[in-house]
């Protein structure tokens, strides 16, 4: 399956330089690519409403993308990390507190293909 995430740059509670962030990007990069059952196809960079966030786009069984997700949000001191299923056109966020943004809310997603 197609599953696109968008993972949120920004720690609370720390600077978040530019080179912080690039950090954070390139960390995710890598620990998506070096995941046995995931592919990752694209990456690049996008301003949230209120972050830099990096956008990917994956292939691979839909629980596989979701573990990794998941294990990034744990590692990058997220809150949660929104995914977005495109051949089902669903959307969930994961991650130790994905619960406290409620439901996934297309209109906050950004998209892969710009």
């Not at 740059?9 to 059952?37: H, K, M, P, V, W």
């Not at 409403?49 to 292939?59: G, K, N």
């Not at 669903?90 to 130790?96: A, I, N, R, S, Y």
Request: aromatic content about 8%; glycine content about 8%; proline content about 2%.
């Amino acid at each position: 399956m197609r599953i696109e995430l968008n993972i949120g740059l920004n720690i609370e509670g720390t600077a978040n330089t530019q080179q912080q962030r690039d950090s954070r990007a390139s960390f995710a990069i890598a620990e998506i690519g070096n995941s046995d059952c995931v592919i990752l196809v694209g990456t690049r960079r996008a301003q949230s409403a209120t972050e830099d966030t990096l956008v990917t786009i994956c292939e691979g069984a839909a629980q596989s993308v979701t573990d990794v997700a998941t294990d990034l949000a744990y590692s990058l001191d997220q809150e949660a990390i929104a995914l977005f299923n495109v051949e089902t056109g669903v959307g969930e966020l994961v991650g130790p507190y994905a619960d406290r943004w409620g439901a996934f809310n297309p209109k906050f997603f950004i998209r892969f293909a710009i």
